[in-house]
């Protein structure tokens, strides 16, 4: 059973437009949620992350948008850049879980020029 | 800032066999985790360890050996290679405690004929 779940599996959008990418989870205990970006033949870094203490995190033209009663999260990438095309990992995390981060499959964004 | 040394990057192997990886990293984490990445499967947790000697099994353990002989070094063995063993296996390390940014290698591509 998928504990972290993303959505769409893949998404293309337009140079210049906000491309919106999904995931929602299961365990209310997860408290830590980590979005990774992975290019081909590279490994995962770390884009940007939040607490389920806030509701938003902001990095730039990276947004994370948080609904801990639903369950759901999102990532938000404005004015969306060819170079931001890669594979996108939502993650999470329980409280005091030292290092086990459980990953969604992926979405897999495509921005075109 | 450091790097996670992943050998080698591809390795070949026949069904059966037994199969080494190695990873090193130098910046001095505790904490360092072998992931396994699938086609469409996000990654998987197959061990991890957060200090020198010690060894926690993942979600995925069956078929794989660990060795974390020191601090800077983890190695993962796949015990009998198996037609199905076609994945990235990648390899990642924290500082310890919650909520630490998790680094990762580039990965290790196992192909076996």
């Known amino acids: 059973q998928q504990q972290v779940r993303q959505s769409p599996q893949s998404l293309t959008v337009w140079e210049g437009e906000t491309a919106i990418l999904n995931c929602s989870y299961e365990?209310?205990?997860?408290?830590?949620f980590p979005w990774y970006q992975q290019f081909p033949g590279e490994g995962p870094a770390l884009l940007i992350s939040?607490?389920?203490?806030?509701d938003k995190k902001e990095d730039g033209r990276f947004t994370i948008f948080f609904n801990k009663r639903e369950k759901k999260l999102s990532l938000h990438i404005a004015d969306s850049q060819p170079g931001d095309s890669a594979t996108y990992f939502c993650?999470?995390?329980?409280?005091?879980?030292?290092?086990?981060?459980?990953f969604g499959l992926g979405t897999t964004l495509q921005v075109q020029p | 800032g450091g790097i996670i040394t992943q050998t080698p990057k591809f390795l070949i192997g026949q069904e059966g066999q037994k199969l080494t990886l190695k990873c090193q990293q130098n910046?001095?984490?505790?904490?360092m985790y072998w992931y396994r990445q699938d086609s469409g499967k996000g990654l998987r947790l197959i061990y991890y360890?957060?200090?020198?000697?010690?060894?926690q099994k993942g979600d995925l353990s069956e078929g794989y050996d660990a060795s974390r002989e020191k601090k800077s070094s983890f190695s993962l063995t796949v015990t009998s290679a198996q037609k199905n063993e076609m994945a990235v296996f990648l390899c990642a390390s924290s500082i310890a405690g919650a909520n630490t940014e998790v680094f990762f290698g580039k990965g290790t591509r196992l192909t076996v004929v």
């Open positions: 939040i607490l389920s203490v806030s």
């Open positions: 910046f001095n984490h505790d904490t």
């Open positions: 365990n209310s205990a997860f408290d830590y």
């Open positions: 993650a999470a995390r329980r409280a005091g879980n030292t290092g086990k981060l459980i």
């Open positions: 360890s957060i200090t020198e000697n010690d060894l």
